[in-house]
Antibody, heavy 127, light 108 residues
Framework: QVQLVQSGAEVKKPGSSVKVSCKAS????????INWVRQAPGQGLEWMGG????????NYAQKFQGRVTITADESTTTVYMEVTRLRSEDTALYYC????????????????????WGQGTTVAVSS | EIVMTQSPATLSVSPGERATLSCRAS??????LAWYQQKPGQAPRLLIY???SRATGVPGRFSGSGSGTEFTLTISSLQSEDFAVYYC??????????FGQGTKLEIK
């Protein structure tokens, strides 16, 4: 049974960077996707990006291109998300979520939804 | 980017009654749609994937339907634990996903 455990809360200054980790246990790490979803206070869910370790490539929502980097360390079954040039609007609860699915022969991904979520990491950006 | 629009923003229903939540995509997403439930202070929970397949452990009173651009989540007989916020999410445009803005289901 897959479990995701995220790193602890962070308080950051505007303009700085933050790196949040998501350690997976159980399952076959490399073959499923890990996504990052954030939720600003009182707001809805926002997909930021994701990675499938076996494909060794991350993908990002256009809004976060160039400012967010998602990486995976297969040796420690940990996925990282780094956000640079932080601003107050980045204050949010950040979740990692395992997306069950199958890599297709064409290099795509047949998804069965995000079925396992981390506990969330609060990132507060304030001067 | 595919925009997902949920309606209504808030739905007031009495326990035991049926609730119907809607989700519309700005372009076809085939059946690549999921529904999530989120309660205060908790992470989202996957309810439905593939527009109509229930995730493991999800009660039978939850059902999803639709394809293309119009989708519905139906809760047949509301229980107290079902009052929460519900989100739809498209994954047709892999690997670029989007969520709807959510529907809050509240007790009438």
């Amino acid at each position: 049974q897959v479990q995701l455990v995220q790193s602890g809360a962070e308080v950051k200054k505007p303009g700085s960077s933050v790196k949040v980790s998501c350690k997976a246990s159980g399952g076959t790490f490399s073959s499923y996707a890990i996504n990052w979803v954030r939720q600003a206070p009182g707001q809805g869910l926002e997909w930021m990006g994701g990675i499938i370790p076996i494909l060794k490539a991350a993908n990002y929502a256009q809004k976060f291109q160039g400012r967010v980097t998602i990486t995976a360390d297969e040796s420690t079954t940990t996925v990282y998300m780094e956000v640079t040039r932080l601003r107050s609007e980045d204050t949010a609860l950040y979740y990692c979520a395992r997306e069950d699915g199958t890599v297709t022969p064409a290099g795509g991904y047949l998804s069965y939804g995000m079925d396992v979520w981390g506990q969330g990491t609060t990132v507060a950006v304030s001067s | 980017e595919i925009v997902m629009t949920q309606s209504p923003a808030t739905l007031s229903v009495s326990p035991g009654e049926r609730a119907t939540l809607s989700c519309r995509a700005s372009q076809s997403v085939a059946n690549n749609l999921a529904w999530y439930q989120q309660k205060p202070g908790q992470a989202p929970r996957l309810l439905i994937y593939g527009a109509s397949s229930r995730a493991t452990g999800v009660p039978g009173r939850f059902s999803g339907s639709g394809s293309g651009t119009e989708f519905t989540l139906t809760i047949s007989s509301l229980q107290s634990e079902d009052f929460a916020v519900y989100y739809c999410q498209q994954y047709n445009n892999w690997p670029l996903y989007t969520f709807g803005q959510g529907t809050k289901l509240e007790i009438k």
